[in-house]
């Protein structure tokens, strides 16, 4: 073959490869574990916005971080999105995510909502308030988690399992605060207040208040507020009867957790990763959290919804997430003492 005919060759081979790279930096692969209607919207705004193809596989947040762990460093993913903190930190400690030291992430994101190593990013603030029925509580009578193992409140309040990581990242928050002594007494005593065993969702723990099996139900404001967003009508009579209770604004605040991203430690497409999580932390996907899903924005000059609002103002805790997995072990061992089943 003549040299010129080589070269002519050469080059068209460098060029289809030139091509292939970039087509393959302009995307990156998404494991969520949001639904995917809760996060597609976003996800084609970023597309539109910047050019970058996002793959979208959504699953169940344990399942994810199994399959992340099982595919190793051959996975296809560059980023992990999924809720709470505790979820976050196990992703950490199995060796799936990897250090971002990104000026932008810091800057929007306060650091009490951020892993302190840069492993992974809150996008969204996830509260979890004390919630009460319209008529059946003298709300001045309320005050703070560790008030509601008070006598008072015997049988007259519905909340999850121990097994669900909400509770568990609550239970957390209060062992770095109170100490693994003390919350465990608080525990047992709080326990005996239960209107029922634990059991069922969110949600169910709100039906079970407005239905009259409790007083008080705990619970994340999404869920409330999806209930009364809801096309159900029972749902949404549930979530009228009841009222949203700040706790603990005296001294802590009242407990957040987060969803949030990570880096995964496969990421091929790495810089396009950190775009991504960049974009969902702007104040425009912040306000479309607030307005979609009936969550916080992460970041506080991001506006919120109205239903959002007309539940006020209150004090989050401003407890470093990264302490609610780094605790987790010892809530999961105190409730089980503590006969939280």
Avoid at 6 to 32: D, K, M, P, T, W
Avoid at 68 to 91: C, Q, Y
Avoid at 254 to 269: D, E, F, I, L, W
Wanted: hydrophobic share 40%; charged share 20%.
């Amino acid at each position: 073959m003549p040299w010129t005919i080589r070269l002519v060759a050469f080059s068209l081979i460098s060029l289809i490869s030139l091509g292939a790279s970039a087509a393959l930096a302009a995307e990156v692969n998404l494991y969520s574990a949001r639904k995917e209607q809760l996060i597609k919207p976003l996800l084609d705004r970023f597309t539109a916005e910047t050019g970058i193809r996002v793959n979208l596989v959504t699953g169940k947040a344990d399942a994810l971080l199994k399959r992340l762990k099982s595919e190793g460093i051959n996975s296809p993913a560059d980023v992990l999105l999924t809720t709470d903190a505790g979820r976050l930190h196990r992703a950490k400690q199995v060796g799936v995510t990897q250090a971002v030291n990104d000026p932008e992430l810091k800057a929007a994101i306060p650091s009490a909502y951020r892993d302190p190593e840069g492993h992974w990013f809150g996008l969204s603030l996830r509260a979890r308030p004390i919630l009460y029925v319209k008529g059946q509580v003298d709300a001045t009578k309320l005050s703070s988690y560790e008030q509601l193992a008070d006598p008072m409140w015997r049988g007259r309040i519905c909340i999850r399992s121990s097994g669900n990581i909400y509770n568990q990242s609550l239970v957390a928050s209060m062992i770095a605060v109170n100490g693994v002594q003390a919350t465990e007494q608080w525990a047992k005593q709080f326990v005996k207040n239960f209107a029922r065993p634990p059991r069922g969702g969110d949600r169910d723990q709100i039906k079970g208040a407005a239905s009259g099996q409790c007083d008080i139900a705990i619970a994340n404001t999404y869920y409330l507020a999806g209930m009364l967003l809801s096309k159900d009508p029972n749902e949404r009579s549930a979530a009228q009867r009841m009222v949203v209770f700040w706790p603990n604004q005296e001294d802590r605040g009242t407990h957040v957790n987060v969803s949030g991203a990570a880096v995964t430690r496969s990421a091929k497409h790495v810089d396009e990763a950190v775009k991504l999580i960049r974009f969902l932390t702007t104040p425009e996907a912040q306000a479309w959290y607030s307005q979609t899903n009936g969550e916080y924005p992460v970041r506080s000059d991001a506006p919120v919804s109205a239903l959002l609002k007309s539940w006020g103002d209150f004090k989050a805790d401003t407890l470093n997430l990264s302490q609610l997995g780094l605790r987790n072990p010892d809530a999961v061992m105190l409730m089980d003492r503590a006969g939280w089943k």
